[in-house]
């Protein structure tokens, strides 16, 4: 599919849907739509991913198959000054995919243009209606299950998941993706927002899709969420790790932070005992270890990320990378694949 | 109010919002429907209670303010075999309280009887539209947290709540509730069914219930739900345990369970391990401690009743008491709450 994302003033560091889409996506990006940068080109902001032209408005955009809010403010509201390019995607007859909270098929505007225009609207943050508890049987799977947890809300988990997932391909290892937030859904076209889910069905949400997947993949890395020391989303961190019912973890954090992003009079724990509470709070119900650590490093330079790099995996007292920066070999042997026979 | 409550077939043991009402209620209940004991009366069953006659059907029951179904068959629904007793309950004008996830307010025919004669629907499980994610701020409030942690589910955590703030209250000392399920709820006449929020606001519902009540309580007594160690629920009890951020917790167990209820595959993990975990998570957000152990020995005789409630408190390595049987002298004194000056 050729697809266009809207990321108006957030592009590329507020942009998480946008340069996730970009850099893991199978779809082409035909434009990123950003009224600030405008004129320039993605890789004049993000020189390893694939290219396309940052342009004002959807009039500038060329063919496409569907059309991306690829931005999500604070509270996922819907801001009126992108109207005018949904309208005019809808007006295409383009699909809209969407991650607000704010829903646009509870939008009477676009609900009444997709009609016209025999256009979908996807509003990826709402979750199915028949969700149910979890009957525990994840630990019961064949599929190797791998979930990413960290020390707080975007430290690249996702990014972790996904650079694991492919560098075990490239080993000729059977491995898929259980995508559990909105960029995740975009990228795979399925999923479910655990985030968005009633509380009680957190861990059946998981559980459902590694039961849906197990049968296909020989390892399945799941897309963790929050974390156990956050004091808004812990929830949904526990109910991933309890409902995924993880053989392994790999521990994500940021380089330098010390403060919960937000929440910044909240302290990060001192990292080897946050290995400790993963490890004790998920075993609590199925065995599990966290096997390594993936270190954010991008705002370092190389010699200081290879510092940070070793300190991280000291305090952790378990091998570290950055997934990004370096490679995902030593996490791949720690966890020890098979591959397909 | 007077009230009556439906518990069909499910009397006493498996209604535990009728009896919750009957021990812990500020109203009068004139009757429980049940029809395989109707007949007998409540005390024939449960001695300790004031005393209503039980019933077969709605003719039988005397004037009310209100018609409360008492009980949650597994998976929430609605049984058919309740319509012509919620029906005549709103033929008489009055209102209907449901604590299962089936919501009487999508239900057309009591919608339209609820109009035609002026009666409410109270769907208790429905939680507010409004809700957010937790600011962060319990642990700034002046008012003591006192939240009661588990085992399991249904380890008597709301009943300690209740125990607890009514001895507190005898003390002087200005205790208040927060109810956090459907019984709870129905006692108070407010509350959030924090199972049915959205998984990411689990922490901010259960903070602005605190928020709005310590202003006029010394200590507010949280009950909680579910259990860390549970294969599907332990996220509710994570988001409560994170957004309550408890000054300190009190732990329930029942005598002799070593599995989890409906999960009989999951051991019920070492309860000194527990109760290191339920301190290690809470304290990762703000510093908490388990200060004593409540045990349920309400099938145990006398003797055997004293053993357990010892053999736990050594096991949890704190003081431990079962608090509907013996007292709350022990706990109470423990969480060294001041009196009102």
Chains 1, 2 share one sequence.
Not at 141 to 147: P, S
Not at 157 to 164: I, Q
Not at 242 to 257: I, K, T, Y
Request: hydrophobic fraction near 40%; proline fraction near 5%; glycine fraction near 10%.
């Amino acid at each position: 599919m050729r697809i266009a994302v809207l990321a108006h003033g957030k592009f590329p560091d507020e942009a998480k849907t946008a340069v996730g889409l970009l850099r893991y996506g199978p779809h082409e990006v035909v434009a990123v739509l950003d009224r600030d940068t405008a004129g320039d080109r993605v890789n004049d902001h993000i020189p390893d991913v694939r290219d396309a032209p940052i342009v004002e408005g959807i009039d500038e955009v060329p063919d496409i198959d569907a059309f991306v809010i690829g931005i999500a403010p604070i509270g996922g509201g819907f801001d009126e000054s992108w109207r005018p390019d949904v309208r005019g995607a809808l007006g295409r007859g383009v699909e809209v995919w969407s991650g607000l909270h704010y829903f646009l098929t509870e939008d009477d505007e676009f609900v009444r243009l997709a009609e016209e225009h025999d256009a979908d609207l996807w509003d990826v943050r709402k979750p199915p209606g028949d969700l149910t508890v979890s009957e525990g049987v994840a630990r019961d799977l064949d599929a190797e299950i791998v979930l990413t947890v960290g020390s707080d809300c975007s430290t690249g988990k996702m990014t972790a998941s996904y650079e694991l997932m492919e560098a075990a391909r490239d080993r000729g290892i059977d491995a898929g993706f259980i995508p559990t937030g909105q960029t995740g859904i975009m990228i795979e076209g399925w999923g479910v927002p655990i985030d968005r889910t009633i509380s009680d069905f957190t861990a059946g949400a998981v559980e459902r899709m590694l039961v849906e997947r197990s049968e296909e993949y020989d390892v399945l890395f799941v897309e963790g969420q929050g974390s156990i020391v956050h004091p808004a989303y812990s929830g949904v961190t526990c109910g991933i790790l309890h409902g995924a019912m993880p053989d392994h973890l790999v521990f994500c954090h940021v380089a330098g932070r010390e403060q919960i992003h937000g929440y910044e009079s909240f302290d990060i724990p001192d990292l080897g005992d946050m290995r400790s509470l993963y490890e004790d709070l998920g075993s609590s119900v199925a065995p599990t270890d966290v096997v390594a650590g993936s270190l954010n490093t991008a705002h370092l330079d190389e010699e200081a990320a290879r510092e940070a790099v070793d300190e991280f995996g000291a305090e952790l007292g378990i091998p570290a990378t950055d997934v990004v920066r370096f490679d995902c070999d030593e996490i791949l042997d720690e966890l020890d694949l098979e591959r397909d026979p």
